[in-house]
Antibody, heavy 122, light 108 residues
Framework: QVHLVESGGGVVQPGRSLRLSCAASGFTFSNYAIHWVRQAPGKGLEWVAVISFDGRNKYYADSVKGRFTISRDNSKNTLYLQMNSVRAEDTAVYYC???????????????WGQGTMVTVSS | EIVMTQSPATLSVSPGERATLSCRASQSVSSNLAWYQQKPGQAPRLLIYGASTRATGIPARFSGSGSGTEFTLTISSLQSEDFAVYYCQQYDNWPLYTFGQGTKLEIK
């Protein structure tokens, strides 16, 4: 079974940091680009960041650029999102999602994790 | 940034009837368009990619059409499990992937 499982969410104060993880299983993790997508409570989906299969290419939404860092450890089949200088508007469920086609970075997202909730509040 | 606009915001349809959801892009995205279904408390699920290709395991009652700026998701005969929120997403203007605001499909 192909799975992505997020962890690391919780309550964090504004301006502080948090690191999310996404553990992959059931497929060759190192062959796929992976995205982070978030969803604020009661709102729609917002793309956050993507990392290429080999970790060499990373792209971010303007809303998180300079504050969030996406990375991966292919030896551990794990994706990360380092969230620094968090703001109230970062409050959301964070999903990791796999790209449909191996190696490609531009494609639909076929496998999603169950999400991890991040709440930014003092 | 490409803006994706879905209509209507809410669609009320009876079980067994056809539902037609629309998605418009602010500029051409070719056929680089996906549709997702999301139920409360769940992650989105990929339904359609490439504007018209059903993802693995998706029933044939789901179909997608369109290219360029105008796209449609059609559910031919609504089942109870189809009532959910549906999102379109463009992946043409990468890496600035953008989603529509969603259409809530509710039971009439």
């Amino acid at each position: 079974q192909v799975h992505l499982v997020e962890s690391g969410g919780g309550v964090v104060q504004p301006g502080r940091s948090l690191r999310l993880s996404c553990a992959a299983s059931g497929f060759t993790f190192s062959n796929y680009a992976i995205h982070w997508v978030r969803q604020a409570p009661g709102k729609g989906l917002e793309w956050v960041a993507v990392i290429s299969f080999d970790g060499r290419n990373k792209y971010y939404a303007d809303s998180v650029k300079g504050r969030f860092t996406i990375s991966r450890d292919n030896s551990k089949n794990t994706l990360y999102l380092q969230m620094n200088s968090v703001r109230a508007e970062d409050t959301a469920v964070y999903y990791c999602a796999r790209v449909l086609v191996v190696i490609a970075i531009r494609d639909a997202f076929d496998i999603w994790g169950q999400g991890t909730m991040v709440t930014v509040s003092s | 940034e490409i803006v994706m606009t879905q209509s209507p915001a809410t669609l009320s349809v009876s079980p067994g009837e056809r539902a037609t959801l629309s998605c418009r892009a602010s500029q051409s995205v070719s056929s680089n368009l996906a549709w997702y279904q999301q139920k409360p408390g769940q992650a989105p699920r990929l339904l359609i990619y490439g504007a018209s290709t059903r993802a693995t395991g998706i029933p044939a009652r789901f179909s997608g059409s369109g290219s360029g700026t105008e796209f449609t998701l059609t559910i031919s005969s609504l089942q109870s499990e189809d009532f959910a929120v549906y999102y379109c997403q463009q992946y043409d203007n990468w890496p600035l992937y953008t989603f529509g605001q969603g259409t809530k499909l509710e039971i009439k």
